[in-house]
């Protein structure tokens, strides 16, 4: 094997820059960087990343997967999370 050809099958976490730009709600365009930063700012609940970001609820579809993301948060941060 190459090394062109490993680089290529190593995953250079490119899906992680686009987990970034993902929408969890189309109604305010909260994308997950905005949930982590509200999670960083102490967000534990959707309606939390709301307040955070300036907005409200409209269809509320958003909730599973904001909270979701904020679950992923934590796991991701836990000791930012603990120093709390
Ligand atoms: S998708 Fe978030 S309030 Fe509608």
């Known amino acids: 094997m190459n090394l062109q050809f490993i680089r290529k099958v190593i995953d250079n ?11 969890h ?18 967000a534990e609940r959707a309606k939390d990343v709301m307040r955070v970001c300036g907005t409200k609820f409209n269809c509320g579809q958003c909730r599973v ?3 979701a993301r904020l679950e992923e948060w934590r796991a991701i941060n836990p000791a930012l999370e603990a120093a709390e």
């Open 25 to 42: 709600c189309l109604c305010n365009n909260i994308n997950t960087a905005k949930v982590d930063i509200a999670a960083s700012q102490g």
């Open 65 to 67: 997967s904001i909270n």
């Open 13 to 23: 976490h490119s899906q992680c820059r686009h987990m970034a730009n993902m929408i």
